[in-house]
C-alpha cells in the first residue's frame, strides 16, 4: 500500500559516486595490468551493493565480488552483467541458482561436489574458482588437502560438469607493517598451489591473491586480478595511513540535524549510569541516532560536527540517540539550535569513520557496514 505521507530524510547517508568512480579509477591504475574485482558483499560495505556494483564497472572495475551466492543473484536481478564471483557457502547455498545466472563459485573443498550435482541438475557447467587455504584459517582447502581437491576439480573438468576459472587465497596480515614475513610465505605457499593445480591439467586462468591492503601495498601480489573491497569505499586498510595519505576519497558521509537543545545545571547526569556528568553549566544538544542506526554504543567521547564547530559525544549512547555537551553558556540558545546541521562524518567536517571507530576500539570497515536499514541512503550521482 503507497504511503500517504513525503518527508525529507531525519537521518542520512550520502554515497559519493564521484568519489567512488575516483577511487576505482586510482585503483585500477595502480595494478595495471591485473583486473580489479570491486567486492560489493555485505551490501557494498552498508553503500548500496547494486549502486556500487554500478559505479564500480563503469569506471574500470571488470570483477564483481560477494561472500554469498545470494548476494550476487540479486545483483544478476538489479542487470549486473559484469563476472560475479561469490565465495562463502553453506549446505542450503542455491548453486543451481549460481550456475544458470553465470555466476562464478569459490570452492574450498567438500561442496565441489555439490556444485558439481547443481551443474548436473541445471545441465549446464559451473565455473569455479579454487580457494588454498594458505594462512588465514578460515574456508580454504588446507594444504594437506589441496592435491585432492586438484584431482577432484580436474576429473569433473574432463567430464564437463566445471570449468576451473582461477585458484585464489585471502592474506591475514597484508595490513600490518609487520606482517611483511607473514605475506611473503602465503604467497609462496600460494605460488605452490597453482604449480600443483597445473600439474592436474588445470590452466589457472585468473590467479588472485591482493585484498586492498595487499594491492596498495604489496605490487608483488597482483597478479592477474585484485579483490578490492575496502579501498573502493575511500578507507584505508593501514592504521597509520589516511585513505588522503593513499590518493583515496571517502565515499560515505552520515549526517542528520540536532532534535533538541536543552540547559543544564552542574554536575547534571548524562544518558544511561550518568558515566557523563556536566562540568559547569551548560547546553546540551540531542542528536537522533543511536546504536539501531549503527552508531557504537560504547563510541562515548567521539567526535561530532554540528553547525561548523565538533564537539564530543557524552555519556552513553542510546538506542535511537545520544547527547553533546556543548560547553556552552547555559542560556545561549544559538549554538546548536535545533535544526542545525549535524555530521558525524563526512566532507563537511572532515572527520572520518576511523575517528568513530577508535572511538569505539573497532575499524572502519565495521562502522560503514554497521549502519542501520532505516537510516536511507542517498546516492550522489557521479555523472
Known sequence: MATSWTAEPERWVTIDHAALAHNVETIARWVKPAQVMAVVKADGYGHGAVEVAKTAVAAGATWIGTAHIREALELREAGITAPLLAWLH??????????????????????????????????????????????LSRNGAAPEQWDELCKRASELQQTGIVRVVGVFTHFATADDPDGEAAVDEQLAAYHQAVDTARKHGLTVDVRHVANSPAL??????????????????????????????????QVMSFGTTVANNKPADEGTGVSYGYAYRCQTPTRLALVPCGYADGVPRIAEGAPV??????????????????????????????TAPVGAPVELFGPKSGLTSDAWALAAGTINYELVTRIGARVPRIHKPWI
Not at 92 to 104: G, K, S, W
Not at 232 to 249: H, K, M, N, Q, V
Open 90 to 135: 553453506t549446505i542450503r547455498t542455491p548453486f543451481r541458482a549460481a550456475i544458470e545466472h553465470n555466476i562464478d563459485i569459490g570452492v574450498s573443498g567438500p561442496e565441489i561436489e555439490m556444485v558439481a550435482e547443481a551443474a548436473r541438475a541445471a545441465d549446464l557447467p559451473a565455473r569455479i574458482h579454487l580457494k588454498i587455504d594458505t594462512g
Open 216 to 249: 596498495l601495498s604489496r605490487p608483488d601480489t597482483h597478479l592477474d586480478m585484485v579483490r578490492a573491497g575496502v579501498a573502493i569505499y575511500g578507507l584505508s586498510p593501514f592504521a597509520e595511513r589516511t585513505p588522503e595519505d593513499l590518493g583515496l576519497r
Open 305 to 334: 560536527w554540528i553547525d561548523g564547530n565538533y564537539y564530543r559525544v557524552a555519556g552513553r549512547i542510546a538506542m535511537d540517540q545520544f547527547v553533546v555537551d556543548l560547553n556552552t553558556d547555559r542560556d545561549d540558545e544559538l
